[in-house]
């Protein structure tokens, strides 16, 4: 199993990606045989096809580009290396060595630094070396990434927002989970295990709020250069705006985490005060789940007692007008405080 693992992906490749990539190379190889006749089998058009198709049209126009200039320096260092030196096996290893070092010198990227000496080795190992060959070979190039980008143009291209949008409510939730936790821990005593356990949670907010993040530039890369774009861009940009709250509410939420758990004592529940500051961000995670719940699609919203139990109006109030508090708890509720504040502003978009 653990063999297996490792050549195995969690995720599937999308069907239709699969779907246009056959299409692509099969289009190649023909197109290549019918513009170059007698040119022999245009591998390189159909390699340049299988790579250039990715998940996104701004994607492939950057491995077409790449695979294009990769296969136009290892052909020419192919073929300068062949004509001075001929076509013997030991010269098919300096060529690849001479095209690694190349590579490095003009800093190019690892998609090109490893198609430079593996278009010479192909040229030097199955081809000729003559004017005509390497100008056959980059052709072939030319049409198979041509002829993938169309494809990935023409047959339907992906638009990534779901993964950004339910990522983004995922973490809204627990953001607002997190709230409740702290709420409960205010209202009554907590143990040192409690609160540690309150604090390993509210980190792995972080990691979420990164998945978020990846969701999002891969939501913007989907729509680089795709026709549809203009039908999706106002949903990306209501999206960023949303993460950009998301991000803000994940910090407040766990520096209040953190302040609690660090200035924690077992009368802090007896402060009329920090019961108020309970209720009010049970309010803050009350709108929170509301507002998520606001932005679901109606295909994934569940009942209200599968989820929560909303009332349809936001319920936070006005900030909280605190007299001076006892000396021993003045840090944590002032830091509650202004963060409850942050809070409140990032919900309701003051």
Known sequence: MRLTARFQSNNRVPLLQAVKTSVATVLAWFLAQ???????????????????????????????????????GGVLVAYGIGLL???????????????????????LNPGSSNQVPISAMLVLSIGATTPAYALDRIIETCIGAGIALVVNILIVPPVLLTPAHDSLTLLAREVAHTLDRV??????????????????????????????????????????????????????????????????LVTRSIGMVRALHDHYDHTLHREPTVQALSLELERAAHDLRLLARQDERPDERVS??????????????????????????????????????RVREEITGE
């Open 304 to 341: 209200v007692e599968e989820d929560w139990e909303l009332a349809d109006d936001p319920a936070l109030t006005a900030p909280l007008v605190i007299a001076a508090p006892p000396p021993q708890h003045w840090i944590l509720i002032g830091s509650l405080m202004e963060d409850l504040r």
């Open 34 to 72: 019918l513009l170059l006749p007698g040119a022999g089998l245009p591998i390189f058009a159909a390699i340049a096809a299988l790579l250039v198709v990715q998940p996104s049209i701004n994607q492939s126009l950057g491995k077409a580009i790449e695979r294009t200039l990769g296969v136009v």
């Open 85 to 107: 030196f001929g076509t013997s096996s030991w010269i098919v290893l300096l060529a690849v060595v001479v095209c690694i070092f190349l590579a490095w010198a003009f800093r």
């Open 183 to 248: 709420a409960i821990a205010l209202r009554s005593p907590q143990t040192n295990a409690a609160l540690a356990e309150m604090m390993i949670e509210a980190r792995l907010l972080r990691p979420m709020l990164v998945s978020a993040e990846k969701a999002i530039v891969q939501a913007e890369e989907s729509l680089t250069l795709n026709p549809r774009q203009a039908s999706y861009r106002t949903a990306l940009d209501a999206e960023i705006v949303r993460y950009e709250r998301l991000r803000a």
